[in-house]
């Protein structure tokens, strides 16, 4: 089932902006991760914040955790054309750690 | 390079065909696979899980009788679709992923599945 609720649901941009996406849950949870999809294809994984970390870092992704208010962004600076493509996130439960609930995505179009 | 392959990528077939689709983990030992079915501009729906040696656990509202899972080694799940219809259609997606906490999912390419 979907738990994760994310927004925008689409989000059009310029290359060289940032792009922010959110993402909320509802239960306690083991970690959350963003993964990536260009379209037709299968999903990258981008990211990985465990539930005692805040914030994480890997090249141009920021990725923030808050569990009181049960969210995560995802920040992508300087964004270039070839970022364009759905972004997921989906968080490994603490009952289920290994099973992935996924949220219902952010469509990024950066416009070069 | 990929560490999960997934084939076919692409399938058109016949109303009641059978169609198998293969998941394999290529440099680790996956114990657990995920199936996951994705329609049009939506996000992955988990289908089931599939664990080496044992039957697969398959989520609320799957037929496990139309959606045949079989993982007999540590780097090979198969989903087959049995008697497919219209209605079976949909981007299907597998994952694998390394034994321990907090690892992430490694997905194969998908299959697009078109029954006519």
């Known amino acids: 089932s979907q738990q994760g609720e994310e927004d925008p649901q689409a989000l059009s941009i310029q290359e060289g902006e940032n792009a922010t996406m959110n993402c909320s849950y509802k239960t306690s949870i083991n970690n959350l991760q963003w993964y990536r999809q260009n379209s037709g294809r299968g999903l990258v994984h981008l990211i990985l914040?465990?539930?005692?970390?805040r914030e994480k870092h890997s090249g141009r992704l920021r990725v923030t955790l808050d569990t009181s208010k049960k969210s995560s962004s995802l920040l992508i600076t300087a964004s270039r054309a070839a970022d364009t493509a759905s972004y997921f996130c989906a968080t490994a439960d603490s009952g289920s750690a290994r099973q992935l609930t996924f949220g219902s995505g952010t469509q990024l179009t950066v416009l070069p | 390079g990929a560490v999960v392959s997934q084939h076919p990528s692409r399938v058109i077939c016949k109303s009641g065909t059978s169609v198998k689709i293969e998941c394999r983990s290529l440099?680790?030992?996956?114990?657990?696979m995920f199936w996951y079915r994705q329609f049009p501009k939506q996000s992955l729906m988990l289908m089931a899980t599939?664990?080496?040696?044992?039957?697969?656990?398959?989520e609320q509202g799957v037929e496990k009788d139309k959606f045949l899972i079989n993982h007999a080694s540590l780097t090979l799940s198969t989903l087959t679709v049995t008697s497919a219809h219209p209605e079976d259609s949909s981007f299907y997606i597998c994952s694998a992923t390394r034994t321990g906490n907090n690892q992430p999912q490694h997905f194969g390419d998908g299959t697009r599945l078109s029954i006519l």
């Open positions: 440099d680790f030992q996956a114990t657990t």
């Open positions: 914040i465990r539930s005692n970390e």
């Open positions: 599939s664990n080496e040696g044992s039957k697969a656990t398959y």
